[in-house]
Structure formats: structure tokens, C-alpha cells
């Protein structure tokens, strides 16, 4: 599978916790957009997608959720609790997210900027399309 998590660095001291995020340091892409989830509710999951080519870093800056991840062979599910942990999501990667406790906040940086045309909201075109 062509997404995993990664352990983010961060620099803790008497103050607190302070993470960095730097392209082609630890993101392995350009950022283009960054956006965040909040207020979720745990009986309304997301996502329900795969993106033809974008790639993301998913970080649970705050509470917790469930990322389901499936590349048309392969699921695997991840749960982000921390915020020292990313979880990288490849394209051509359907993904489904849920089990958000109420204070859960997600950063979502992005290597691409917003295009509906990039998404894939069918799972039966996407199996067809990760077949190819
Ligand atoms: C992903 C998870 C973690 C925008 O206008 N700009 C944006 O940058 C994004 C991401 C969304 N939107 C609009 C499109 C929809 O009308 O906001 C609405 C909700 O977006 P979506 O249904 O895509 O939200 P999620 O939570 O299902 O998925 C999003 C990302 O699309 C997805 O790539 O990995 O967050």
C-alpha cells in the first residue's frame, strides 16, 4: 500500500509540544492546501473516495478517529490518536474515516489544490481504475 504512518518529530520542552512540517523533510511532497476537520460527529463517517492523484498527510491533532484506508487489494485501518503520528495517504486510495471522539480536530495537508475532478466516489469505478 502505497500510504503508511509516519512518526512526526516534535521539539517537547517545559512549554509544551511543537511540530514542524516542511516539505521534502518529512511530507514528501509540495504543499498546496491545507484544511481541517472539526466538529464531527462519530455516527457520521467520511470520506467514501479515492483521489486519482492527489497524496495527503492526515494528522488527529486533538482526540481521536479511525482511518480505513483500501488500495483495491488490500484495507488497512489506522487509528490516529496523536500528534506526532501522520498518516500518509497515496492516490488511488479509497478512504473511509469514523469513530471521531468529540474533541477530535484533523489537519489535512495536501499536495494538490482542490479539483472534484480528482475524485473517484464510486468504489466500482475505483476498483476498475486500480485493476488497470
Ligand atoms: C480526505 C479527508 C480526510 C472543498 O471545498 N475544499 C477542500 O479542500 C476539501 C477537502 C473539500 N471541499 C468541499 C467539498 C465538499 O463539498 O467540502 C465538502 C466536504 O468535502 P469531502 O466530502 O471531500 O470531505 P471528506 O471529509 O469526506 O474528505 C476530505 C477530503 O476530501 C479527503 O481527501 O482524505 O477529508
Not at 467520511?46 to 484506508?69: D, E, M, W, Y
Not at 472534484?116 to 466500482?124: A, G, P, S, T
Request: with cysteine; charged share 30%; glycine share 6%.
Amino acid at each position: 500500500m502505497n500510504s503508511d504512518l509516519v512518526f512526526l518529530e516534535g521539539i517537547r520542552d517545559e512549554r509544551g509540544l511543537l511540530v514542524a512540517l516542511e516539505s521534502h523533510k518529512n511530507i514528501p511532497f509540495d504543499v498546496k492546501r491545507v484544511y481541517y476537520l472539526t466538529d464531527l460527529k462519530s455516527l457520521e463517517p467520511r470520506g467514501f473516495h479515492a483521489h486519482k492523484n492527489l497524496k495527503q498527510l492526515a494528522v488527529c491533532l486533538r482526540g481521536s478517529c479511525r482511518f480505513i484506508l483500501d488500495n483495491g487489494f488490500e484495507k488497512k485501518t489506522y487509528n490516529l490518536e496523536n500528534p506526532t503520528t501522520g498518516l500518509l495517504i497515496g492516490s488511488l486510495v479509497w478512504r473511509e474515516m469514523d469513530q471521531f471522539s468529540d474533541d477530535c480536530l484533523i489537519l489535512v495537508l495536501a499536495s494538490e489544490l482542490y479539483d472534484e475532478n480528482d475524485y473517484i466516489r464510486d468504489y466500482e469505478i475505483f476498483k476498475k481504475e486500480v485493476s488497470k
